[in-house]
C-alpha cells in the first residue's frame, strides 16, 4: 500500500519527539543559567547567548518540517551526493576557516558562524547507510569492509586537519555500527584493549620495582591473560590453556628464584611467554587450518607493538596541549592553573550545586563565570550547579531513554538503509554523552565536544537535529518496505 503523507503524523515516532523538546527546552535553561547577566541584555534578545540560542531553537523547527516532508527516499537516493558535498565543504573549511583557539573549524560568513564538522556526522551516517543496504552487500569481505572505513575515516581525516580532535575522535563511534552489522568482534576488541593498554601504560609508566617498569608488566600480563582467554571462550581448548599455565608458572618461578640473587626484569618474563603462546597458536593454527588461533596470535603482536609504541605517539604525534591534558586526567600532574583548571572549576560548580542544586540562575560559579565554556563544551557543570544531584541524574536518564529508544527503532527497521542509520545516530549520541561528562567530571581528557542538545551552539544544535530527525522521517516509512 503507498504511504500517504496525511499518515506521517500517526506514523512519526512522538515519545522520541517528546524527549527532543524536553532536553532542547532543558537545554535552553541550561544556557541561560550559564551566560545570561542580569545588567546585560535581556534573556530573548538575540544578540545575547539564551536569545540566539532561542532563534535556533525556531529555525530548527522550521528545519525539521522540512526533514519531515521529503520522501524517506530522498535520504537514500542522494546519500553519496550529501556526503560528497559535505567532504568538500570539509576540504574548503581547512584552506578558508580561520584559525579560531588553534583550529581551523569554523566557516565565517557575516555574522554566521558554521562548523562542517557538526553536520558531517549524518552525511557519513547516510553514507554508510546506502553502502551497506547496497544488493547483495557483505560487511565480512575485505573490500567492503575497506569500503566503510574510508567513508567513516575520510571525514575524520580532514576533520583532524582543521586541529578539532575532539570531533574528530566521534567517528570512531561508527565501528560499534559495524560491530552490529556483522564486523568482527576481534576489531572492537582490539579498540579497546588499546585505550585499556594507553591508559595502564601511562598511569604507571614512571613506576619501576627494582628493574621491572610496572605499567610495562601489567600490560603484558593483560595482553597474555586476554589472549589465553580468547582461546578459552571460543575453542574451549583446555590443553592449550593448561599448557600456557604451566609454562607461566614454571616461568615465574625460575625468575622469582634468580631474582634473589640478580635483578630480573619480570616485563621481559611475560614477554617471553607472550612470544612462546604466539608460536603455540600458530602451531595449533597451521594445524587445524584455522584462523581462529591465527587472529589471536596477530592479536597478541600487535598488542605488543602498540605498547612499544606508546611513548612515540604520546611524546612526537600529540601536540604538548593534548599530552598535558592526558597526564592531569590520569593524575601524573597537576595544573589547576593551566590545563586542569577547566576541570578543576567544573567539578566544584558541580559540588556546590549539593542535591538539589541551588536554583536556576542562582548558581554562583557559573554566575561569576569560574568555568571556562560553562555554556558550550561544559554545560553539563551549570545544569550541575543550578540543579544539584537531581537535575543531573534526570539528565542522564533522558539521554539513556533517548539511546535506548534509538536502539529499538533501528531494531524494528524491516531494512538495512534504515537500521544502519539509526545505529550511527544512537552510537553518536552515546559517544558524545559518555566523552562529554567525563571530560566535565575529569574522567576523560578534555576533547571539548559538545553535550547534544544542551551545548550552546546553532552548528551544534542543527546538526544533532538533523541527524534525529531523518531517522525519524525513515522510522515513519517502515511501513511502506515491506
Not at 9 to 27: H, Q, R
Not at 337 to 354: E, F, L, R, T, W
Amino acid at each position: 500500500m503507498p504511504y500517504r503523507k496525511t499518515e506521517l503524523l500517526k506514523s512519526v515516532d512522538w515519545f522520541t519527539i517528546l524527549i527532543y523538546v524536553i532536553m532542547v527546552v532543558a537545554g535552553w535553561f541550561s544556557i541561560c543559567g550559564a551566560s545570561y547577566e542580569f545588567d546585560s541584555v535581556g534573556m530573548f534578545d538575540i544578540s545575547g547567548r539564551p536569545g540566539s540560542q532561542l532563534l535556533w531553537i525556531g529555525l530548527s523547527v522550521v528545519l525539521i518540517f522540512v526533514i519531515l516532508m521529503l520522501d524517506a527516499d530522498f535520504y537514500d537516493i542522494f546519500a553519496y551526493l550529501i556526503y560528497a558535498a559535505v567532504i568538500l565543504l570539509l576540504i574548503a573549511t581547512i584552506f578558508l576557516a580561520p584559525d579560531i583557539k588553534g583550529s581551523r573549524s569554523w566557516l565565517v560568513l557575516g555574522p554566521i558562524r558554521l562548523q562542517p564538522a557538526e553536520v558531517a556526522k549524518f552525511a557519513t551516517a547516510l553514507a554508510l547507510a546506502r553502502l551497506m543496504s547496497g544488493y547483495g552487500f557483505q560487511l565480512t569481505t575485505l573490500r567492503n569492509f575497506v569500503k566503510a572505513l574510508f567513508i567513516i575515516f575520510l571525514p575524520m581525516v580532514l576533520i583532524l586537519l582543521q586541529k578539532e580532535t575532539g570531533s574528530a575522535l566521534v567517528y570512531f563511534a561508527f565501528l560499534l555500527v559495524l560491530y552490529r552489522e556483522g564486523m568482527s568482534g576481534y576489531i572492537l576488541l582490539a579498540g579497546i584493549c588499546a585505550v585499556i593498554f594507553f591508559v595502564t601504560s601511562m598511569k604507571f609508566s614512571e613506576i619501576v620495582a627494582g628493574i621491572t617498569p610496572v605499567g610495562e608488566l601489567i600490560v603484558m600480563s593483560l595482553i597474555l591473560f586476554i589472549s589465553t582467554a580468547l582461546v578459552y571462550v571460543e575453542r574451549k581448548n583446555l590443553l592449550a590453556i593448561k599448557v600456557i599455565f604451566i609454562v607461566t608458572v614454571v616461568a615465574l618461578a625460575v625468575g622469582g628464584g634468580i631474582s634473589f640473587f640478580f635483578p630480573v626484569n619480570f616485563a621481559y618474563i611475560i614477554l617471553g611467554l607472550i612470544g612462546f603462546s604466539v608460536g603455540y597458536f600458530l602451531f595449533l593454527s597451521v594445524r587445524g587450518w584455522t584462523t581462529h588461533y591465527l587472529l589471536i596470535a596477530l592479536f597478541a603482536i600487535g598488542s605488543v607493538g602498540f605498547l612499544y609504541s606508546v611513548d612515540y605517539v604520546f611524546n612526537e604525534i600529540l601536540e604538548p596541549h593534548q599530552q598535558i591534558r592526558i597526564k592531569v586526567s590520569l593524575g601524573l600532574e597537576d595544573d589547576p592553573g593551566g590545563a586542569g583548571y577547566n576541570v578543576n572549576q567544573s567539578k566544584i560548580a558541580i559540588g556546590s550545586g549539593g542535591f538539589a542544586g541551588k536554583g536556576f540562575l542562582n548558581g554562583t560559579q557559573t554566575k561569576l563565570k569560574y568555568v571556562p565554556e560553562q555554556d558550550t563544551d561544559f554545560i553539563f557543570c551549570t545544569v550541575g550547579e543550578e540543579q544539584g544531584f537531581i537535575g543531573g541524574t534526570i539528565v542522564l536518564l533522558l539521554f539513556g531513554i533517548l539511546i535506548l529508544r534509538l536502539i529499538y527503532l533501528a531494531e524494528r527497521q524491516h531494512a538495512t538503509f534504515p537500521r544502519v542509520y539509526g545505529y550511527s545516530v544512537a552510537s553518536i549520541f552515546l559517544f558524545h554523552l559518555a566523552i562529554n561528562i567525563g571530560m566535565v567530571t575529569g574522567l576523560t581528557p578534555v576533547i571539548g565536544i559538545p553535550l547534544p542538545f544542551f551545548s550552546y551552539g546553532g552548528s551544534s544544535l542543527w546538526g544533532f537535529t538533523i541527524l534525529l530527525f531523518i531517522f525519524l522521517r525513515l522510522d515513519a516509512a517502515r511501513g511502506e518496505r515491506l
